[in-house]
């Protein structure tokens, strides 16, 4: 099976930056997507950014011009650079992926656990 591992997450002042990672690990042939999706108090989760196997990106536009996330395909790992952070960024993370299990086209789609982000005044 496949799992997803989420690491970076913390505190952080308004205007600071970080990186989150997540690494899909198990029997996977190659990534179709990953993304990165949030879900902040009273809220509902929501879509921050989203990155194919082929590297197309989709972002919020909330977050457009201050965060990035690219691809490692070689490590099945996808990033989220994450600068000039703000209050309302504050939120439950969670890294999302569709991969293709082997030459068949089997694939698996599911979530890692949730990373926590508080983003101070």
């Known amino acids: 099976q496949v799992q997803l591992v989420e690491s970076g997450g913390g505190l952080v002042q308004a205007g600071g930056s970080l990186r989150l990672s997540c690494v899909a690990s198990g029997s996977i042939f190659s990534i179709n997507d990953m993304g990165w999706y949030r879900q902040g108090p009273g809220k509902q989760r929501e879509l921050v950014a989203n990155i194919t196997g082929g590297g197309s990106t989709d972002y919020a536009d909330s977050v457009k011009g201050r965060f990035t996330i690219s691809l490692d395909n070689a490590k099945n790992t996808v990033y989220l650079q994450m600068n000039d952070l703000k209050p309302e960024d504050t939120a439950v993370y969670s890294c999302?992926?569709?991969?293709?299990?082997?030459?068949?086209?089997?694939?698996?789609w599911g979530w890692g656990q949730g990373t926590q982000i508080t983003v101070s005044p």
């Open positions: 999302n992926a569709l991969v293709t299990l082997d030459a068949w086209g089997s694939t698996w």
